[in-house]
């Protein structure tokens, strides 16, 4: 079975500065990843999602993510941190049938004016 | 609808009441899954169901968690004798359920979710 985690609980930067969320995972195949966010009183949002082919994916309000299989990463990414950013961050991993979708703890994301 | 739909968005109980959570999915998703988060938790897997199949009942905590999908649609959580450790945030989501050319997921939509609290 698949296995997600997502190492810092809490970060904290100043609005400006770049951005980067770790997520590392467990499965023995080709995974299917995903970046979930979650506002405030939201619910979860699609961030962006990987599926196949270029190891780089562009996703909405500016994130994007790098997909490295030697190190079984999903880093999620956004070069300019805006205060509206501030939220739980959440990775996911499915298996290769779809069949099992497991999230990582997620990582709170606190920004500094 | 343009979204999950989520009722009622929060709901107070007493210890020992039977709660009902329903989720309308978007029209066309085939799979729909529910969720809970507990404070400072992530998400932890309830339950599955894909189009006609038996649903994926292995997350229910217990055997006072049930849920249903009616016609393929509408689904209802129900928490039976509630306890203060069902406290949670409860999330549906739905999706197009799988490629099956390639297996591939689609994404979830999620719901805003039903903030339950037992006191």
């Known amino acids: 079975a698949q296995s997600v985690t997502q190492p810092d609980i809490h970060i904290t930067v100043s609005e400006g500065a770049s951005l980067e969320l770790r997520c590392n995972y467990s499965?023995?195949?080709?995974?299917?990843l995903f970046w979930y966010v979650q506002s405030p009183g939201q619910g979860l949002q699609l961030l962006l999602k990987?599926?196949?082919?270029?190891?780089l994916v562009q996703g909405i309000k500016g994130f994007e993510a790098e997909f490295k299989r030697s190190q079984s990463s999903f880093n999620l990414r956004k070069p300019s941190v805006h205060w509206s950013d501030a939220a739980e961050y959440f990775c996911a991993v499915a298996d290769n049938y779809g069949q099992n979708f497991v999230f990582g703890p997620g990582t709170r994301l606190s920004v500094l004016p | 609808g343009a979204g999950v739909s989520q009722s009622p968005s929060n709901k107070v109980t007493e210890k020992g009441k039977d709660v009902e959570l329903r989720c309308d999915p978007i029209s066309g998703h085939t799979a729909l899954y529910w969720y809970r988060q507990s404070l400072g938790q992530g998400l932890e897997f309830l339950i599955y169901f894909q189009g006609n199949s038996a649903p994926d009942k292995s997350g229910l905590p217990s055997d006072r968690f049930s849920a249903e999908r009616t016609g393929g649609s509408v689904s209802t959580l129900t928490i039976q004798r509630t306890q203060q450790e069902d406290s949670a945030v409860y999330l549906c989501?739905?999706?197009?359920?799988?490629?099956?050319?390639?297996?591939?997921?689609?994404?979830?939509?999620f719901g805003s979710g039903t903030r339950l609290t037992v006191v």
């Open positions: 989501a739905s999706s197009l359920g799988v490629r099956r050319a390639t297996y591939a997921p689609r994404g979830y939509t």
């Open positions: 990987y599926f196949s082919g270029d190891t």
């Open positions: 499965y023995g195949a080709t995974p299917y």
